[in-house]
């Protein structure tokens, strides 16, 4: 295994959502060239030389586009040159609607990016209001048409869902409008409440209403069906894809490769260990320019980890774990390692076993965290281990 994909965070955004707890600043010149100027340096001394190869390229945020177009031209030539762009299957930057115009759009696509992520989440101006986006419905379509009229092709959007007052009428409503674009890839996500965000604030006091647990679950059901009916599949929990436009990079972490991590509190998995950057803009900063890196943790791998994480990363997958694969990578057998946790989950209708993979079932795909904990952290894995190399 070698390390086939690298994930660059940028950190910037025009307006800080009420959910979104990234790493983010406000966007402001200076610091973004200071950034920016700093984030080359580090993959130039992670990555030596011209040209490298790397199977997938993710550019995140933060929104990327939020950068002026002089600073995506300097950030974009030097990626030319570090990185055979040609050979790179799949090269994403997300993207917000309205923070892209042709201009912007055509400097993309000259630099090779033939993926796009834009974060649209909700269908309707109030609900976007609420939540803390910038843009409105209008600018949706508007997205659409640049990037159509710019050539590309690949284009993923995203939604969120169980939203603060969002009925499943609601959800439905905004599903079929974006279902209406006939785009190739949708993320669609359940939100999460996290720590250090507005809506978690709001929580505590008691001034966030969260539609019930079986609402939610019936815009679940809901999300299902109509990607469905849409020919558009369910490849993972929460990803949805025609044939051929699943996200290689994502794949890259639901597979348990390898990738680089490059950028402000962006996280890195190599060989062994696991990276993750500071997140402090001037912290980071100055440790680039002091070392070339800017990691400031570094957890070492065990066998364990690495099994858990297989496990958990590869069951959101429709397709689950192949045993064989699990195999060749370790050398041990699935079923000799959890016999007991597997059975049970069969027993319990939330796991199944076909043609050679373990998979969630459709009720396994709501309960999935419930499935992930029966092969965390488990005091007897020595013993286990023991069992399956014997």
């Known amino acids: 295994m070698r390390v086939q994909s690298v994930y660059i965070h940028i950190p910037f955004c025009k307006q800080i959502c009420h959910y979104c707890n990234f790493v983010k600043y406000y966007y402001m010149e200076k610091k973004a060239d200071a950034f920016i100027d ?23 945020g933060g929104t990327p586009t939020a950068l002026s177009m002089e600073q995506l031209q300097k950030l974009f030539q030097f990626l030319h040159e570090k990185f055979d762009l040609a050979a790179c299957e799949e090269f994403t930057i997300e993207i917000n609607p309205g923070d892209i115009d042709a201009e912007k759009a055509r400097l993309l696509y000259h630099y090779g990016v033939n993926r796009i992520s834009f974060g649209v ?9 609420k939540i803390g986006r910038m843009h409105r419905v209008k600018d949706v379509y508007t997205t659409v048409e640049i990037l159509t009229q710019a050539a590309f092709t690949n284009i ?89 436009y699943e996200s290689k990079h994502n794949l890259t972490y639901w597979n348990n490769d390898y990738y680089f991590g490059f950028g402000a509190g962006a996280h890195g998995y190599l060989p062994g260990k696991r990276t993750a950057n500071y997140k402090p803009l001037g912290t980071y900063i100055r440790e680039i320019d002091r070392t070339g890196s800017a990691v400031e943790h570094l957890e070492e791998i065990t066998l364990q980890d690495r099994i858990e994480e297989e496990l958990f990363l590869q069951l959101r997958k429709a397709e689950g774990i192949n045993t064989q694969a699990f195999r060749e990578r370790y050398h041990l057998s699935l079923e000799k390692l959890y016999r007991e946790e597997l059975s049970q989950l069969i027993r319990d209708e939330l796991l199944m076993y076909q043609d050679g993979n373990y998979a969630l079932t459709n009720q396994g795909m709501l309960l999935g965290d419930r499935v992930f904990q029966e092969f965390l952290l488990l005091e007897d894995f020595s013993e286990k281990l023991e069992i399956a190399r014997s």
């Open 38 to 60: 700093a984030l080359i340096k580090e993959i130039d001394t992670a990555i030596p030389g011209k040209g490298n190869v790397f199977r997938t390229i993710y550019m995140g």
């Open 121 to 129: 989440q909700v269908m309707d101006d109030a609900m976007l209001e």
């Open 156 to 244: 993923s959007l995203d939604l969120i869902y169980a939203l603060p007052d969002q009925t499943v009428s609601h959800f439905e409503k905004t599903l079929k409008e974006a279902l209406q674009f006939g785009l190739p890839h949708y993320s669609t996500y359940a939100l999460q409440i996290e720590p250090k965000t507005v809506f978690y604030h709001k929580r505590r006091k008691g001034m966030l209403h969260q539609p019930p647990e079986d609402a939610e679950v019936e815009m679940y059901r809901l999300l299902q069906n109509h990607m469905k009916k849409q020919g558009v599949y369910q490849y993972e929990i929460s990803n949805f894809a025609k044939p051929g």
